[in-house]
Every structure is written in structure tokens, then in C-alpha cells.
């Protein structure tokens, strides 16, 4: 079969190494181009956007797709949507790969708000929050002169992009906490702000927060899309396993 995941995640990553392992079915991995450096994907790779649905219903026809797998971050519902309504259109099987939420455990101090602007109103007067938010919605917290921010993103913001007082710092999330309690204590953060993105990745500063008994602001996931959904990467092969027995 020829599999189209539409990428920018972990999970897409991780599944994209088991398909190549198993070499069965033809892959493309599809990337936003939100990055100026993706990581390596086990798989031929395409960047930039489809131009909306039309153009996802126009390339999954002329490219022969056989089924998509969504695995684009729970907060990029845009790309999600029109997965669901493309595939509908052209009639291409499509799994959604949603990971669970994290969830608060003994030790932790979550305020859950509904949106990024909910989180600016969440933090009190003179915080000086970590945002681990990305550099697309940091504009937000722009207004709020009386706070000190520790900002980190993968790229560097516009150069017109408004931000709010505090320091930047270019990276990807690190996999230890104990890098993250130390980078919380020399800034002096009183607050984490961060999606509730789950997994793996970008889970060592919940853990660092909790370690500092600093409390998080934790945007809930927005609405799903609407497709069918599996929680992890071998359930995935297991729905193109039976694909592909009926093909
Ligand atoms: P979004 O708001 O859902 O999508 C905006 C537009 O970007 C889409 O309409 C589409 O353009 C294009 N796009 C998004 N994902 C694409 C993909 N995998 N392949 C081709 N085009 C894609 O997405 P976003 O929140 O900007 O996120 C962009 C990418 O970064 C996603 O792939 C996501 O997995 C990743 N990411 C997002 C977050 C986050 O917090 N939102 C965090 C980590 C990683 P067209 O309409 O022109 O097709």
C-alpha cells in the first residue's frame, strides 16, 4: 500500500521507523515546514502545506494514496480537519494517532485552562512563568509587561513578533529533568505554562515542576476532528495490517 502519516510529531517518527523496518508498504512522511530543521524521518519526506483541503484531495489522488495515518500534534486541529474532510472526499482510509493526555499525579499543582489566552489571565502579577508553548502563539503573553518569561522554542521567533519581557532560549525540549529543575532554579520560574501535548517528549518539565512544587497552567487539548482514533503506534499497524490483508 502506499501510506501517507502526516507528521511533525514523535509518534510520527516512531511509526515511520517501524513501517521502514518492516518495509511492506511504500511511505511518505508529510511535514509542515514549521521547523527550518526537522529531525530524520526513516522515510521519504515532503514539506509545506497541501493548500487546504483541495489541495490534500488533489495530492492524495495524483500520489496514489492508499490511506492516511494522522499523527500531527493534538493542537494542530487545522491539519487534522482537513484530514478528515480530504480523505472523505477521495475516498482514502484515515486513522487518527492521538497519544493520551498527561495526566496530574500525586505531587503535582495543575491549573487547567482552555486556551493560551486563559493561561495569560492564569498567571498572577510579577510571575515569571516557563512557556513551552512554541514561537507561533507567544505573541499572547506580549502584553503582559510585568512578568520575566523563560521562552523556548526550536526557531527563533519573527522578527516583528511581539514578546513578553524575559529571556529566550533556541532548542528542542531536553529528555531529562533534572536539566529542566536546573534550568527552572537559575531563572527563578514560578509558574510552567505548557499544552497538554503528552508523551514522551517534552515530559521532563511536568517532572521538573513537580520536583520544585511549582504550579503548572496546562492547556486542555481543543475538540478531535472526528476520525477514528487509536492511542499508540502498534495499534496503527495493526488497522494497515487488515488494510492491507483487504486490498
Ligand atoms: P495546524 O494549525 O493544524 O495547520 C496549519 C496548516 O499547516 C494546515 O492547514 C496545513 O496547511 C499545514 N500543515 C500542518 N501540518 C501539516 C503536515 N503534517 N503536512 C503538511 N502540511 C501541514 O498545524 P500547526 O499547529 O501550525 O502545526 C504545524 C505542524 O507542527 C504540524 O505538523 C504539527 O504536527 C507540528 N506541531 C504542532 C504543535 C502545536 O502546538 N500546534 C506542536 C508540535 C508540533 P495547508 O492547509 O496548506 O495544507
Given at each position: 500500500?502506499?501510506?501517507?502519516i502526516?507528521?511533525?510529531?514523535?509518534?510520527?517518527?516512531?511509526l515511520?521507523?517501524?513501517?521502514?523496518?518492516?518495509?511492506?508498504?511504500s511511505?511518505?512522511?508529510?511535514?509542515?515546514?514549521?521547523?527550518a530543521?526537522?529531525?530524520?524521518?526513516g522515510a521519504?519526506?515532503?514539506i509545506?502545506?497541501?493548500?487546504?483541503?483541495?489541495?490534500?484531495?488533489?495530492?492524495?489522488?495524483?500520489?496514489?494514496?492508499d490511506?492516511?495515518?494522522?499523527?500531527?500534534?493534538?493542537?494542530?486541529?487545522?491539519m487534522?480537519?482537513?484530514?478528515?474532510?480530504?480523505?472523505?472526499?477521495?475516498?482514502?482510509?484515515?486513522l487518527?494517532?492521538d497519544?493520551?493526555?498527561?495526566?496530574?499525579?500525586?505531587?503535582?499543582?495543575?491549573?487547567?485552562?482552555?486556551?493560551l489566552?486563559?493561561?495569560?489571565?492564569?498567571?498572577?502579577?510579577?510571575?515569571?512563568?516557563?512557556?513551552?508553548?512554541?514561537?507561533?502563539?507567544?505573541?499572547?503573553?506580549?502584553?503582559?509587561?510585568?512578568?520575566?518569561?523563560?521562552?523556548?522554542?526550536?526557531?527563533?521567533?519573527?522578527?516583528?513578533?511581539?514578546?513578553?519581557?524575559?529571556?529566550?532560549?533556541?532548542?528542542?525540549?531536553?529528555?531529562?529533568a533534572?536539566v529542566?529543575?536546573?534550568?527552572?532554579?537559575?531563572?527563578?520560574?514560578?509558574?510552567?505554562?505548557?499544552?497538554?501535548?503528552?508523551?514522551?517528549?517534552?515530559?521532563?518539565?511536568?517532572?521538573?515542576?513537580?520536583?520544585?512544587?511549582?504550579?503548572?497552567?496546562?492547556?486542555?487539548?481543543?475538540?478531535?476532528?472526528?476520525?477514528?482514533?487509536?492511542?499508540?503506534?502498534q495499534?496503527?499497524?495493526?488497522w494497515?495490517?487488515?488494510?492491507?490483508?483487504?486490498?
Amino acid at each position: 500500500m502506499r501510506l501517507l502519516i502526516l507528521g511533525g510529531t514523535g509518534d510520527a517518527r516512531a511509526l515511520a521507523a517501524r513501517l521502514g523496518e518492516e518495509g511492506r508498504h511504500s511511505v511518505i512522511v508529510s511535514l509542515a515546514g514549521a521547523v527550518a530543521r526537522p529531525e530524520v524521518y526513516g522515510a521519504h519526506t515532503r514539506i509545506g502545506g497541501f493548500g487546504g483541503v483541495e489541495g490534500l484531495v488533489a495530492y492524495l489522488r495524483e500520489t496514489g494514496i492508499d490511506a492516511v495515518v494522522d499523527a500531527t500534534h493534538p493542537f494542530a486541529r487545522t491539519m487534522s480537519a482537513n484530514a478528515v474532510a480530504a480523505c472523505d472526499r477521495a475516498g482514502v482510509a484515515l486513522l487518527r494517532l492521538d497519544r493520551p493526555e498527561w495526566r496530574p499525579e500525586a505531587g503535582d499543582d495543575w491549573r487547567e485552562v482552555t486556551d493560551l489566552g486563559e493561561a495569560v489571565a492564569a498567571l498572577p502579577h510579577g510571575a515569571r512563568p516557563f512557556l513551552a508553548i512554541g514561537r507561533k502563539e507567544i505573541g499572547v503573553f506580549a502584553p503582559r509587561g510585568d512578568l520575566f518569561c523563560l521562552m523556548r522554542m526550536i526557531d527563533p521567533p519573527a522578527p516583528d513578533q511581539p514578546l513578553p519581557p524575559g529571556r529566550l532560549v533556541l532548542g528542542r525540549p531536553p529528555e531529562d529533568a533534572h536539566v529542566e529543575v536546573a534550568a527552572f532554579r537559575d531563572h527563578g520560574v514560578t509558574h510552567v505554562v505548557t499544552k497538554n501535548s503528552g508523551g514522551p517528549w517534552g515530559y521532563a518539565k511536568i517532572e521538573a515542576a513537580r520536583r520544585l512544587g511549582l504550579p503548572v497552567v496546562m492547556v486542555r487539548r481543543p475538540p478531535c476532528a472526528g476520525a477514528q482514533t487509536v492511542a499508540d503506534t502498534q495499534a496503527v499497524l495493526g488497522w494497515i495490517a487488515r488494510l492491507a490483508e483487504r486490498c
